[in-house]
């Protein structure tokens, strides 16, 4: 069954204290994978797309990276706007997108 | 519009009442998604359409859920006899047809309680 697992569920983290989050998955044949942000009461906001093992992506205190199995978020020196849930998806052969369940990131100040 | 919007923002509907939500994707955005978001979760596949053509909807949890897309652009998720597991935050999402450079544009959702 295709599917797609991020980790850690939540994550709280002090104010300018790097970390990295995983999101693995096992899809019959992939796209592309993407991910998002999520702030309360919103929706799902574009970060990144990558599309084959070894690429990377950076955005501000952001770099994804891809592998064939697995991608991480690296969040460096983060700050407490960085607090959000962060979603991992990937898009199959038949264009179908399946999610992550996220992770809840909170950067304490 | 310059983003998708989703109207109502939110819905309360008695169980049994039939409702329907509706998405404008950005003009000229082929492909369309609906997706369903419960609380703490990740958003759940519903349904996708490339232009007025429902390609996929296997996600669909039961036949009481229903969308279409008559003329390619405006989308309507209907539900009928709404039940209570039916309460959570309905997401429509759309995109260029292949333009996965820059992800999908989503809306802010239709969060709809079901008492």
């Known amino acids: 069954e295709d599917q797609v697992t991020q980790s850690p569920e939540a994550l709280r983290l002090q104010e300018g204290e790097s970390s990295s989050l995983n999101c693995s998955y096992t899809?019959?044949?992939?796209?592309?994978l993407f991910w998002y942000r999520q702030d309360p009461g919103k929706g799902p906001e574009f970060l990144f797309t990558l599309y084959s093992a070894g690429e990377e992506k950076e955005k501000e205190r952001l770099k994804a990276t891809l592998t064939k199995k697995e991608s991480f978020l690296h969040i460096t020196a983060p700050k407490p706007e960085d607090s959000a849930t962060y979603l991992c998806a990937v898009q199959q052969v038949d264009d179908k997108i399946i999610f992550g369940k996220g992770t809840r990131l909170h950067i304490l100040p | 519009g310059a983003g998708v919007s989703q109207s109502p923002r939110y819905k309360v509907a008695k169980r049994g009442q039939d409702v329907a939500l509706r998405c404008d994707p950005i003009?000229?955005?082929?492909?369309l998604f609906w997706y369903q978001q419960a609380l703490g979760q990740g958003p759940e596949f519903l349904t996708y359409?490339?232009?007025?053509?429902?390609?996929?909807k296997s996600g669909l949890p039961s036949d009481r859920f229903f969308a279409e897309r008559p003329e390619g652009s405006v989308s309507t998720l209907k539900i009928q006899r709404t039940q209570q597991e039916d309460s959570a935050v309905y997401l429509c999402a759309s995109s260029l047809a292949g333009n996965r450079a820059h992800g999908y544009t989503f809306g802010s959702g239709t969060r709809l309680t079901v008492v």
């Open positions: 003009s000229g955005h082929v492909s």
């Open positions: 899809v019959s044949g992939l796209r592309g």
């Open positions: 359409f490339q232009n007025e053509a429902q390609l996929d």
